[in-house]
């Protein structure tokens, strides 16, 4: 039996050049993330990532979990977390412990896949596909003066790279502002490009339903993170009040953030982060949970190759939901916006063409990962 034997975490930081906002306001100078590196006694290496503030996670890891973890057979993922999440839920079960959780669980699996000599979703339940079709995230605010032709250009330069999905930021505190850049961007990439929009749950009820009932012209295929999280029966409302789907959960976390929102059908489409909401092996049985009551589960995703890696590997054991002759499958989210970590940390880069995404086929996460990227940019 191999044992773990040792846990790095790499807080990596690269500035930006051109700053971005959402509508929640802080502004993206620095893109980074905690990148979780676990060795084994007979020398496997195994990769994972921590979504959110990622010295909060390395602290986490390095305080708490990591001398939980030492010595164990990396082949008792679930054990050792139940064990995790056992030892820190009184304090707390919710937010970045699960991220730094999620960092250690990924590391694992990718251990365990280079042991098996398999990719991770060959053991996670198989292939019902081996390539997804993606969506591109982008169209933050950027120039405060240029929204709408921003946003315009943007979503253009995405249909000539070849995605044939978008999705979209709204909220700029004017629902006439938000409509027509929304209007305009359906104008420019056609009606055969799939359009979802993103709030960053800026909105109140009664906003969202009315913005919501003008998306729905315009042919909006989901509506993300209209309102605040917490408010469960808030989303119930806008749910049931709105044709389109509503989507959201990026910040939820673990099967019991979840149940609540599935089984009150408070959402058409959750959103689990495997980086955050506690690993592969939690998101599995989050979307297990999903497909117990009719919820589509759509993974989040917004960090680097890592990241992308495991979420691919993920949607790759996600079934058809629901299964049919011709199915529906699940999106990759697939961030644009200027991340050296999606583009460099790989030695060979994730891509898209035509907006598909192969789901990597090596074992583990099926990707090396570029350690003079790490020595580069890190900060601790
Ligand atoms: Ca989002």
Not at 118 to 133: E, F, M
Request: proline content about 6%; overall charge negative; hydrophobic content about 40%.
């Amino acid at each position: 039996m191999s044992t773990i034997k040792k846990i790095t975490c790499h807080v990596v930081s690269a500035p930006v050049q051109r700053p971005f906002t959402s509508s929640r306001g802080w502004l993206y100078k620095t893109r980074g993330s905690c990148i979780v590196e676990i060795e084994t006694a007979d020398g496997i290496t195994g990769w994972g990532e921590c979504y959110g503030p990622s010295h909060v996670a390395k602290s986490y890891i390095e305080t708490q979990l990591g001398p939980r973890v030492i010595g164990r057979d990396p082949f008792d993922i679930e054990v050792i977390w139940e064990d995790l999440y056992n030892r820190i839920k009184d304090y707390g079960g919710k937010g970045m412990v699960t991220s730094a959780m999620s960092g250690i669980d990924i590391a694992l699996w990718d251990i365990v896949g280079k042991q098996c000599g398999k990719p991770i979703h060959k053991l996670i339940g198989g292939a019902y596909r081996t390539q997804v079709t993606s969506y591109a995230t982008g169209l933050y605010f950027i120039d405060m003066d240029r929204l709408i032709e921003e946003a315009v250009e943007e979503a253009q330069g995405y249909v000539e790279e070849g995605f044939v999905a978008i999705k979209m930021k709204i909220g700029l505190g004017s629902p006439k502002l938000d409509i027509a850049r929304v209007e305009a961007v359906r104008k420019a990439i056609g009606d055969d490009i799939r359009l979802m929009v993103d709030a960053n749950h800026c909105f109140t009820v009664p906003q969202a339903i009315r913005l919501g009932r003008e998306l729905e012209k315009l042919n909006v295929e989901w509506f993300e993170e209209p309102i605040s999280p917490e408010d469960l029966d808030g989303y119930i409302e806008v749910t049931r009040a709105l044709d389109m789907a509503v989507a959201g959960g990026e910040n939820e976390f673990t099967r019991w953030g979840f149940r609540d929102i599935v089984v009150r059908k408070a959402m058409d489409i959750i959103q689990p982060d495997v980086c955050a909401a506690g690993g592969i092996t939690e998101c599995k049985k989050i979307a297990t949970l999903a497909s117990a009551h009719g919820v589509e589960c759509v993974p989040h995703a917004w960090g680097s190759a890592i990241g992308l890696a495991a979420t691919l590997h993920f949607l790759a054991a996600l079934p058809d939901q629901p299964p049919s002759f011709r199915p529906m499958p699940p999106l990759l989210e697939f961030e644009q916006c200027e991340n050296p970590f999606r583009d460099f940390l790989s030695v060979t880069p994730i891509v898209q063409r035509r907006g598909v995404v192969d789901i990597p086929t090596g074992p583990g996460l099926g990707i090396e990962i570029n350690r003079a990227i790490l020595d580069q940019y890190r900060v601790a």
